[in-house]
């Protein structure tokens, strides 16, 4: 390893072990002790326990549901927008996107004005049919499953979306060549080709059920996953059980993921074809008509999060029995705005978000740039580490820092930060590593090395050309992975309702 | 002037480069010419400085630059994939190396608009490098490589991405601007007949070892060895036993006696056994009925293959073939042929059993 590397690496292996290995290994070693001792005493617990193993059990099969009913939903979506021609479809396509970028709060408290029992749907289902009381509740199980599947089929939509246009059109025409009709071609050439697009976009479906808490939280009633489980037991102050049900969680999560990479290693294809391109879109006689069937359904997708912004415009009260809100007015705006007790964690939100998504592009781009440019000992593990906060879900996270950062121990790379302006910007740094540097290390894979040397020969010092070259070519992907970075740093709820306090608010 | 000196290069345990030493005469055009993975690139690359020798030195006009890093050497270079920079149009691009230097762009001007109109692309400035062909790009990048007036032009397979039609013109172009300018330049190559086009001298490598260097006539009539004979052109390889009374004549294993010139420093014991080396139009096939001589050989002709301006024959000669350019029209798969060296060709023979 040369100096420059060494320079380069010491403080990006520094931060991956201390903010994102450490604290995993702190809650690692807080299930295995009690009282200072080993001791397998909350496992015991935890396995013995029904309501424990119950909310596992729920853990794992809704996320699984989610993956399928998504599935359902984006596959579909995302071979009608790649593979048909039809008015609007860059503008509704790229609605159909829009979901991911909505905190998943948001997205669950859409679904109560909309489906709530005295949501606008349910209400005027209500009305159509002359009921006395609601036609059904919004809760339990289905309810979860309804805001997962309406939050994450973003996933699988824009995923295979990205598969369909790097799948060269070649392999299809071949496989028509040989005589196979649409539907084989679809399920022996198409899809399978496309195992890698599904199987990521599984895989973030299911990590995100695992962790994903809001939907649970407000709709569950008794019905508990495992995240609102450890949110209970945090509540009850079980230090032990909360890491043994963290631990558990993430072993969950990462077996999906060792399953899942096993069988994408057996369908990884790389193409062997010169290469025709992507099909081309069909234009379709009567267009319209897609257009029209294609806007009702992202109409029916983005109706939760339109509700909200409808409710947003209703003065508090004044909506009681009416199907449509009587009244329209920029009070809550205005209140949001003129009283400081309302901005201020607005505020504070914006900030920590901003100091957040400022830490990731400087570490992004020092991790980016040693993974894509340098070859040094060490290095799979390096990627590893920035992937992991990945591979762990959200309430895994947020519980390792909130036991690691609980005491002050300067000598064992611990201090207080709960309860500090510090741990929520730091909480949504670790969670965002992976999405902004695997932005930035694919913006440095494309860039081809070559234009580096380019600058270099033509005289141009290492400065000038990190400034003038380097940095504008892989801004694009430093820019996309820093803005969802900020909006998820923005929406990240679990985080924030597992490590607030009354100072930060 | 450049020098290279017992340069050499290691990855691992593969030896890329291997105690290279070679000059570029000023104002000329020197080729490194080999197959793919012969070590050229890695060469090339420790010119420029993006690669750092094992061992060896590099001198440019009389100054130890091995230690320097690409941005203080400033040698030009194109790629081979021309590496322009994609966010940038055509007048940024070839501004770069003057603009990185200091200049001020008023003083830059003049300057990139006579580089454009160089390599005929004069009023390109404002287009973006994604919309150029690739001939075009292929000048864009020469441009950009010649506007800050560098001592030495390095170019890694520059027309390999071309079409053929179009290698063929911008080789000749390519030439004739370098010599305009009285560049000193290195051209790497895996194409025999590029190499031979372009430059003045060609040094020819094989494994990471330089072979042998020289004009192309040189190297095509008097290749050192075995390799350079077959690498360049079409060559036929004999078994034959070198006359006891001198090296001038061999014998063949068919008795047939030629007359041969050796061509290594290495001398030759006279009457050992040797490789004789013959390119296919220094043959011909006799018409049927001639009157036969000594240095005739007999053979088999497998097959006749038209080419326009010429045929080529295969003939069988004992467990041989040879390829011979030139012979009777009416000559037919299965004839026995007579094959004969003509008037004062140039036939070699290496030590040994070499082919
Ligand atoms: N960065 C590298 N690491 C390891 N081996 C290399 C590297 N660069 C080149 N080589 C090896 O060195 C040899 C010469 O490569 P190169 O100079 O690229 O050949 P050429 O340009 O003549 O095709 C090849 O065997 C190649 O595999
Ligand atoms: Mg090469």
């Given at each position: 390893?040369?100096?420059?590397?060494?320079v380069?690496?010491a403080?990006v292996?520094?931060?991956?072990?201390?903010?994102?290995?450490?604290?995993?290994?702190?809650?690692?070693?807080?299930?295995f002790?009690?009282?200072g001792?080993?001791?397998?005493?909350?496992?015991?617990?935890f396995?013995?326990?029904r309501s424990?193993i119950?909310?596992?059990?729920?853990?794992?099969?809704i996320?699984?549901?989610?993956?399928?009913l998504s599935?359902l939903?984006?596959?579909?979506?995302?071979?009608?927008?790649?593979?048909?021609?039809?008015?609007?479809?860059?503008?509704?396509?790229?609605?159909?996107a829009?979901p991911?970028?909505?905190p998943?709060?948001?997205?669950?408290?859409?679904?109560?004005f909309?489906?709530?029992e005295?949501?606008f749907?349910?209400?005027?289902?209500?009305?159509?049919?002359?009921?006395?009381?609601?036609p059904?509740?919004?809760?339990?199980?289905?309810?979860?499953?309804?805001?997962?599947?309406?939050?994450m089929y973003?996933y699988f939509?824009l995923?295979v979306?990205?598969g369909?246009?790097?799948?060269?059109?070649?392999?299809?025409?071949?496989?028509t060549?040989?005589?196979?009709?649409?539907?084989?071609?679809?399920?022996?050439i198409?899809l399978?080709?496309?195992?890698?697009?599904?199987?990521g976009?599984?895989?973030?479906?299911f990590?995100?059920?695992m962790?994903?808490?809001?939907?649970?939280y407000v709709f569950?009633?008794?019905?508990r996953?495992?995240?609102?489980?450890?949110?209970a037991s945090?509540l009850n102050g079980e230090g032990?059980?909360?890491?043994v049900e963290?631990v558990v969680?993430?072993?969950?999560?990462?077996?999906?993921l060792?399953?899942?990479?096993?069988?994408e290693?057996?369908?990884?294809?790389?193409?062997a074809?010169?290469?025709?391109g992507p099909a081309?879109?069909?234009?379709?006689?009567r267009?319209w008509?897609?257009?029209l069937?294609?806007g009702?359904?992202?109409?029916?997708l983005?109706?939760?999060?339109l509700?909200?912004?409808?409710?947003?415009?209703?003065?508090?009260?004044?909506?009681?029995?009416?199907?449509?809100?009587?009244?329209?007015?920029?009070?809550s705006?205005?209140?949001?705005v003129?009283?400081?007790?309302?901005?201020?964690?607005?505020?504070?939100?914006l900030?920590?978000?901003?100091?957040?998504?400022?830490?990731?592009?400087?570490f992004?781009?020092a991790?980016g740039?040693?993974?894509?440019?340098?070859?040094?000992?060490?290095?799979?593990?390096?990627n590893a580490?920035?992937?992991?906060p990945?591979?762990?879900?959200?309430?895994v996270?947020?519980?390792?820092l909130?036991?690691?950062?609980a005491?002050?121990?300067?000598?064992?790379?611990?201090?207080?930060?709960?309860?500090s302006?510090?741990?929520?910007?730091?909480a949504y740094f670790?969670?965002n590593i992976?999405?902004?540097?695997?932005?930035?290390?694919?913006?440095?894979?494309q860039?081809?090395?070559?234009v580096?040397?380019?600058?270099?020969?033509l005289?141009a010092?290492?400065?000038n050309?990190l400034?003038?070259?380097?940095l504008?070519l892989v801004l694009?992907g430093?820019?996309?992975g820093?803005?969802?970075?900020?909006?998820?740093?923005?929406?990240?709820?679990?985080a924030?309702i597992?490590?607030?306090?009354?100072?930060?608010? | 002037?450049?020098?290279?000196?017992?340069?050499?290069?290691r990855?691992?345990?593969?030896?890329?480069?291997?105690?290279?030493?070679?000059?570029?005469?000023p104002?000329q055009?020197l080729s490194?010419l080999?197959?793919s993975?012969c070590?050229?690139?890695?060469?090339?690359?420790?010119v420029a400085?993006?690669?750092?020798p094992?061992s060896g030195?590099?001198?440019?006009d009389?100054?130890?630059?091995t230690?320097?890093?690409?941005?203080?050497?400033?040698?030009?270079?194109?790629?081979?994939?021309?590496?322009?920079?994609p966010?940038?149009?055509?007048?940024?691009?070839v501004?770069?190396?003057?603009?990185?230097?200091?200049?001020?762009?008023?003083?830059?001007?003049?300057?990139v608009?006579?580089v454009?109109?160089?390599v005929e692309?004069?009023?390109?400035?404002?287009r973006?490098?994604?919309?150029l062909?690739?001939?075009?790009?292929?000048?864009?990048?020469l441009?950009?490589?010649?506007?800050?007036?560098?001592p030495?032009?390095?170019l890694?397979?520059?027309?390999?991405?071309?079409?053929?039609?179009?290698?063929?013109?911008?080789?000749t172009e390519?030439?004739?601007l370098?010599?305009?300018?009285?560049?000193?330049?290195?051209?790497?190559?895996?194409?025999?007949e590029?190499a031979f086009?372009l430059?003045?001298r060609?040094?020819l490598l094989?494994?990471?070892?330089?072979?042998q260097?020289?004009?192309?006539?040189?190297l095509y009539?008097?290749?050192?060895?075995p390799?350079?004979?077959?690498?360049?052109?079409?060559?036929?390889?004999?078994?034959?036993?070198?006359?006891p009374?001198?090296?001038?004549?061999a014998r063949?294993?068919?008795?047939?006696v030629?007359?041969v010139?050796?061509?290594?420093?290495?001398?030759?014991?006279p009457?050992?056994?040797?490789t004789?080396?013959?390119?296919p139009?220094?043959?011909?096939?006799?018409p049927?009925?001639?009157e036969?001589?000594?240095?005739?050989?007999?053979?088999?002709?497998?097959?006749?293959?038209f080419?326009?301006?010429?045929?080529f024959?295969?003939?069988?000669?004992?467990?041989?073939e040879l390829?011979?350019?030139?012979?009777?029209?009416d000559?037919?798969?299965g004839?026995?042929?007579?094959v004969r060296?003509?008037e004062g060709?140039?036939?070699?023979?290496?030590?040994?059993?070499?082919?």
């Amino acid at each position: 390893m040369n100096r420059r590397t060494l320079v380069l690496a010491a403080p990006v292996v520094l931060v991956l072990l201390w903010l994102v290995l450490y604290p995993n290994l702190f809650v690692l070693g807080d299930s295995f002790s009690e009282g200072g001792r080993f001791s397998l005493q909350h496992y015991r617990r935890f396995w013995t326990s029904r309501s424990e193993i119950g909310a596992l059990w729920a853990s794992v099969w809704i996320s699984a549901a989610s993956v399928v009913l998504s599935a359902l939903l984006g596959v579909p979506l995302a071979f009608l927008f790649a593979r048909y021609q039809f008015p609007g479809r860059r503008l509704l396509g790229a609605l159909a996107a829009m979901p991911v970028l909505l905190p998943p709060l948001v997205g669950t408290i859409s679904f109560l004005f909309l489906y709530g029992e005295s949501g606008f749907f349910t209400r005027g289902v209500q009305l159509l049919l002359g009921l006395e009381s609601p036609p059904w509740r919004l809760a339990g199980p289905g309810a979860i499953l309804l805001v997962h599947a309406y939050t994450m089929y973003v996933y699988f939509y824009l995923f295979v979306a990205a598969g369909l246009s790097r799948l060269d059109a070649g392999y299809a025409e071949a496989a028509t060549a040989l005589g196979a009709g649409r539907w084989l071609t679809l399920r022996r050439i198409t899809l399978p080709m496309l195992a890698p697009a599904l199987g990521g976009a599984a895989l973030l479906v299911f990590m995100t059920s695992m962790a994903s808490f809001s939907a649970p939280y407000v709709f569950g009633g008794g019905f508990r996953v495992l995240s609102t489980q450890i949110y209970a037991s945090k509540l009850n102050g079980e230090g032990g059980l909360v890491a043994v049900e963290a631990v558990v969680l993430a072993v969950a999560s990462l077996l999906f993921l060792i399953l899942l990479q096993r069988y994408e290693g057996a369908r990884s294809y790389t193409g062997a074809s010169k290469g025709l391109g992507p099909a081309p879109r069909s234009a379709v006689s009567r267009g319209w008509m897609l257009a029209l069937g294609a806007g009702a359904a992202i109409a029916f997708l983005l109706l939760p999060h339109l509700t909200v912004l409808l409710v947003s415009f209703v003065p508090e009260g004044s909506w009681t029995t009416e199907f449509f809100p009587p009244v329209y007015s920029l009070e809550s705006y205005r209140s949001l705005v003129s009283s400081p007790d309302r901005l201020v964690p607005v505020l504070n939100s914006l900030r920590m978000a901003t100091v957040a998504t400022l830490a990731n592009i400087v570490f992004a781009f020092a991790a980016g740039y040693l993974l894509a440019r340098r070859r040094f000992w060490g290095r799979g593990a390096v990627n590893a580490l920035v992937v992991l906060p990945w591979a762990l879900p959200g309430t895994v996270l947020a519980i390792a820092l909130a036991s690691t950062f609980a005491v002050h121990q300067p000598w064992a790379g611990q201090f207080v930060l709960i309860g500090s302006f510090a741990i929520l910007p730091l909480a949504y740094f670790i969670r965002n590593i992976p999405l902004v540097t695997r932005a930035v290390l694919a913006s440095f894979q494309q860039l081809d090395p070559a234009v580096e040397e380019a600058a270099a020969s033509l005289g141009a010092s290492r400065v000038n050309t990190l400034w003038r070259v380097v940095l504008p070519l892989v801004l694009p992907g430093l820019a996309a992975g820093a803005l969802l970075a900020f909006v998820t740093a923005l929406g990240e709820f679990v985080a924030s309702i597992l490590l607030y306090t009354h100072r930060t608010r | 002037m450049l020098r290279l000196d017992a340069l050499s290069r290691r990855f691992g345990d593969t030896v890329a480069v291997s105690e290279l030493s070679l000059e570029a005469e000023p104002g000329q055009i020197l080729s490194l010419l080999g197959p793919s993975g012969c070590g050229k690139t890695t060469t090339l690359r420790m010119v420029a400085g993006f690669e750092t020798p094992s061992s060896g030195r590099v001198w440019l006009d009389g100054r130890d630059v091995t230690r320097l890093g690409a941005q203080q050497r400033g040698m030009g270079m194109v790629f081979q994939n021309y590496a322009l920079f994609p966010h940038l149009d055509v007048w940024e691009n070839v501004a770069f190396g003057l603009l990185a230097r200091g200049e001020a762009r008023r003083d830059a001007a003049p300057r990139v608009e006579r580089v454009l109109e160089l390599v005929e692309l004069p009023g390109y400035g404002k287009r973006r490098v994604q919309e150029l062909s690739g001939g075009q790009q292929q000048r864009v990048a020469l441009a950009r490589a010649l506007a800050p007036e560098p001592p030495v032009l390095l170019l890694d397979e520059p027309l390999s991405n071309l079409d053929a039609a179009l290698r063929e013109r911008t080789r000749t172009e390519l030439r004739a601007l370098l010599k305009r300018l009285g560049m000193t330049a290195i051209f790497v190559t895996h194409d025999q007949e590029e190499a031979f086009a372009l430059s003045d001298r060609v040094a020819l490598l094989h494994q990471g070892h330089l072979q042998q260097v020289g004009t192309p006539e040189a190297l095509y009539t008097a290749p050192a060895n075995p390799f350079v004979a077959s690498f360049l052109g079409r060559a036929n390889f004999l078994l034959a036993t070198l006359d006891p009374a001198g090296s001038s004549h061999a014998r063949l294993a068919g008795g047939a006696v030629w007359p041969v010139r050796t061509a290594t420093d290495a001398p030759m014991q006279p009457g050992s056994a040797a490789t004789v080396m013959v390119r296919p139009e220094a043959l011909r096939l006799l018409p049927p009925g001639s009157e036969l001589a000594p240095a005739d050989l007999q053979g088999c002709l497998v097959d006749r293959r038209f080419a326009g301006a010429m045929s080529f024959y295969r003939v069988q000669v004992g467990d041989r073939e040879l390829l011979v350019q030139g012979g009777p029209a009416d000559a037919a798969p299965g004839d026995a042929v007579w094959v004969r060296p003509r008037e004062g060709a140039v036939i070699l023979v290496f030590p040994g059993d070499a082919s």
